[in-house]
């Protein structure tokens, strides 16, 4: 049974056209599904081998837990040359679940639009959030179409907090090997965490959910042009609930793999992600400046879980690239970090390869630094990100070296030390961001 949209909706249709630049026959779909409880969107690009595993788990969910709830999954794609669009609306619909026994009482819709020839994850969400917006879901989330392990119960702790439990913004929280996410291990959880007073542990992340008032609220937002969140706009999401009074928690969902195409390289995640991260200090900066330490946020299941297998790949090169960088990017460290930080880094990036250390008191107060420079724009802003490569690599290199025989427990421990760290250093950090340029 379709809903019939108010003359309001009709021409707030007309307006997200006009802005977003949706086309016709997307806007026509909406429109024809009517209002729904649970919006699920999936941006992707040339992902037609995982694509249908996805909406099997998507529909798989929703039979089993949401049978009462009007539903729509929103593919939006940027480009796909692989018929992505094609797998996504004709992979089977029924079979899997009638074999199981599971019913429902509602129609899964399936809506499908591609919005250019070159992707664009900030695109990609802001459609879904105007999509979720203008069928006044209660409940959203997106699911990465190429996480190749998504189940039905990955998609059920996603909604369950928003959709049940009245939260408006649900982070994942996943198992991962002990040699994976460690980008989010060593910089962005722990420096996330002590900006912003909230022990999110995965801010980015293919996955997560929010409720249909925070959608409003996003696109109320004047910053979808911006480069920081047409990038990653999923970290901007999740600080901008943070930072806006949103309920927000996390979700245990499972083992996280690696996705079944190219994943971004070190240069550009770190590029995206801390480019990201810094720009949204720079926005809120109200929020997080008077904020003493950190608080837990409510979670669905185990907080985080490193499993004790996988081993890591090239540290030699790893360590190499470091000192390689270090040396190249000399004169732009030196004007970006202050004459002590810069003397120990140098001195670091001396010693044998045997006896490195990167110790957790010099890495955060070099990357406050950074911070700081960013805020002053000492040089170009995306100068300074990049140039903080090689100092992720000799902590990475660092970090390997020292848990090569770690136990899991031991990994953890040191990471919840380099997370006091960055609270302790906060102060440093605000002397640093009000100082006179």
């Not at 699920?40 to 690009?45: D, H, K, N, Q, V």
């Not at 999509?131 to 959203?140: G, N, V």
């Not at 979670?299 to 000192?323: C, D, Q, V």
């Not at 110790?359 to 911070?371: N, Q």
Request: hydrophobic letters at 40%; proline letters at 4%.
């Amino acid at each position: 049974m379709f809903l019939a949209f108010s003359s309001r909706a009709g021409e707030q249709a007309g307006n997200l056209a006009e802005d977003i630049l949706l086309g016709d026959d997307f806007i026509r779909q909406l429109m024809s599904v009517g209002e729904v409880d649970l919006l699920i969107g999936i941006p992707s690009y040339n992902s037609a081998i995982t694509i249908a595993q996805t909406v099997r788990a998507i529909e798989e969910s929703v039979h089993q837990n949401f049978v009462r709830d009007r539903i729509v999954i929103v593919n939006v794609d940027g480009g796909s040359t692989d018929n992505t669009t094609e797998v996504f609306l004709e992979s089977d619909r029924r079979k899997a679940f009638d074999r199981r026994g599971l019913t429902s009482l509602r129609t899964i819709h399936r809506v499908s639009w591609q919005y250019g020839k070159t992707p664009s994850l900030g695109m990609a969400v802001r459609t879904i959030v105007a999509a979720a917006d203008l069928l006044r879901a209660r409940s959203c989330a997106v699911v990465s179409s190429t996480t190749i392990d998504l189940t039905a119960s990955w998609v059920t702790n996603l909604l369950r907090p928003v959709h049940k439990e009245k939260f408006e913004y649900v982070s994942p929280l996943y198992a991962r090997n002990r040699y994976e996410g460690l980008l989010s291990r060593n910089l962005l959880y722990p420096m996330v965490r002590a900006i912003f007073g909230l022990r999110m542990r995965e801010v980015y992340s293919g996955e997560w959910a929010f409720s249909g008032r925070l959608a409003a609220h996003y696109l109320d937002q004047d910053v979808w042009a911006e480069e920081p969140v047409r990038a990653r706009p999923e970290g901007w999401l999740a600080i901008t609930a943070m930072c806006s009074g949103y309920a927000c928690c996390q979700s245990f969902l499972g083992q996280k793999g690696a996705p079944t195409v190219g994943g971004v390289d070190t240069v550009e995640a770190i590029r995206q992600t801390v480019g990201n991260l810094f720009w949204c200090m720079e926005r809120y900066q109200e929020h997080w400046l008077d904020r003493v330490g950190s608080q837990p946020v409510p979670t669905f299941g185990p907080e985080h879980e490193i499993l004790n297998n996988g081993a890591p790949s090239n540290p030699e090169k790893i360590f190499e690239l470091f000192r390689t960088g270090v040396a190249e990017l000399e004169p732009v460290l030196a004007s970006i970090l202050t004459q002590e930080t810069h003397r120990q880094l140098n001195g670091i990036a001396s010693e044998d390869a045997e006896k490195f250390r990167f110790g957790c008191e010099l890495l955060v107060r070099a990357l406050y630094e950074f911070a700081a420079s960013y805020h002053h724009a000492v040089i170009n802003r995306d100068h300074i990100v990049q140039a903080l490569v090689p100092l992720y690599r000799g902590r990475l290199y660092s970090y390997l070296l020292q848990h090569a025989h770690s136990s899991v427990e031991e990994m953890q421990a040191d990471s919840e030390l380099l997370c006091l760290e960055f609270e302790r250093q906060k102060p440093y950090l605000i002397e640093k961001w009000n100082a006179k340029s």
